[in-house]
């Protein structure tokens, strides 16, 4: 393996830019560190399909969020016929759509909170309100973008004004929005390598909720509880879900499960399929505390790469 030229694909054009051009960095540092031949792709300064095939071996995805995370850098990927690391196609896709991925949730007998759907050209203060009576939906609602990660875009309201403003300003950027009930409690995140749970890493925000400063700056001093203050039985649980999230999006490599813990039950929030692997990300600090270093995290999702996914 050693022999192997790595390409590691980061940065992009999605609202994500930043953190996947630390995530790919860091990666790179330790792949080099191990002895692997690395060089990088930026596909917001080259389209993908000028991967030069002859000199690539295996590709690391260090992309995150839109064109990176949902289905279409793996789609380039399988065409090139290169192994890559991460989820493919269908996965990458289904899991970063929270609409698909609710709905398998919904079928594997995963919980998640209550939602609907709105088009932005069914959009009316009156059509809100009347979704929110059908579903018995309660203040606080949470409304976000169906497609996007790291929290880009979410809001928190407490009532139909703030609500029907929020939804307003965001339809201007995202053609369909996803309103759910907000679940208090616990924030609980589950990271799992090649479909087994490597442990639960507890949050607790300084913000109103785990959003992108909470996650990427360090001035937002979001506490990290390592191991979750869980039950011995309640962690395992959790672990299982999150398996089991795993196994039915079609998941491979390293995805990381967002939870919340209220009145004894876990909602699933999302999956990850590109989880973070900054200096602040979960997934390595969950595995360090597993007694797996950076490097050896980033090798064994190296060694996972493959196509068809």
Do not use: W
């Not at 953190?19 to 960095?25: D, F, H, K, N, P």
């Not at 191990?34 to 002859?54: A, E, Q, R, T």
């Not at 079609?250 to 973070?276: A, H, M, W």
Request: one cysteine or more.
């Amino acid at each position: 393996m050693k022999n192997k030229r790595i390409l590691v694909v980061l940065g992009g054009t999605s609202g994500e830019r930043k953190v996947s051009l630390e995530t790919g960095r860091a990666c790179i540092k330790a792949l080099k560190k191990i002895g692997y031949k690395v060089s990088s792709f930026d596909p917001k300064i080259k389209s993908l399909n000028l991967i030069n095939k002859k000199k690539t071996d295996i590709i690391f995805n260090a992309l995150h969020g839109k064109d990176g995370e949902d289905g279409i850098a793996q789609s380039y990927f399988e065409y090139l016929r290169i192994p890559y690391t991460h989820s493919g196609v269908v996965s990458s896709h289904n899991a970063m759509n929270k609409i698909i991925s609710k709905e398998i949730f919904k079928r594997h007998g995963i919980k998640t909170p209550k939602y609907f759907v709105l088009k932005k050209e069914n959009f009316k203060k009156n059509e809100l309100k009347k979704k929110i009576k059908k579903l018995n939906l309660i203040y606080p609602i949470v409304v976000k973008p169906v497609s996007e990660g790291s929290s880009i875009g979410v809001k928190i309201t407490n009532n139909l004004n703030s609500l029907t403003k929020f939804s307003k300003s965001l339809f201007k950027n995202y053609e369909e929005l996803i309103y759910e009930n907000y679940i208090g409690g616990q924030e609980i995140q589950v990271a799992t390598i090649n479909g087994k749970a490597i442990g639960v890493i507890e949050l607790k925000p300084k913000r109103k909720f785990y959003d992108y400063k909470a996650k990427y700056s360090k001035s937002a001093k979001t506490e990290h509880i390592m191991p979750a203050n869980l039950k011995n039985l309640k962690y395992k649980e959790v672990m299982k879900i999150a398996e089991t999230a795993h196994k039915a999006l079609g998941c491979r490599g390293v995805t990381r499960s967002d939870f919340k813990y209220e009145k004894n039950q876990f909602y699933l929030l999302e999956i990850n399929t590109q989880p973070g692997m900054t200096n602040l990300s979960l997934v390595p600090e969950i595995a360090k505390y597993r007694g797996i270093s950076f490097e050896n995290l980033v090798e064994k999702i190296l060694l996972n790469a493959s196509i068809n996914r």
